[in-house]
Structure formats: C-alpha cells, structure tokens
C-alpha cells in the first residue's frame, strides 16, 4: 500500500537551520506579495517553508474556494 511522500516536520530538518534556499525565497516573495505581506529578512529554511505553508492557505490563486 502506498502511503504517499512522507512529510517531515521542517523543525526536523537536518538543514533546516540553513538560509532559505534561493526557490523558496522566490516563491515566498509572490505568496507575500499576493496577500500583501512582507518577507521578513533572514529567514532560515524551516521557516521559510512554515511561512510558505500559512501563506498558501489563504491564497486564493491556490484555494478553489477563494478564502
């Protein structure tokens, strides 16, 4: 059975503590730039993905519903 990719917690992340990777900072400025927020400077992988997620839960590019 097939469980699908295994999502680990960024906390976890082995580089997690490393700066945010070029893509992730890319696609967190449009996210941020969608819904009006600023990209906060030096942010660390692991967090940079936990804001990407909060961001794309109120995208309405992203949500069919437009919340």
Request: aromatic content about 2%; glycine content about 8%.
């Amino acid at each position: 059975m097939d469980r699908g990719p295994v999502e680990k917690d960024p906390e976890d992340w082995a580089t997690g503590d490393e700066p945010m990777t070029a893509p992730q900072e890319s696609y967190l400025r449009t996210l941020a730039r969608e819904a009006g927020r600023d990209v906060p400077e030096g942010l660390s992988k692991a967090e940079a993905s936990k804001l990407i997620d909060e961001l794309q839960e109120h995208s309405s590019r992203l949500n069919e519903d437009g919340a």
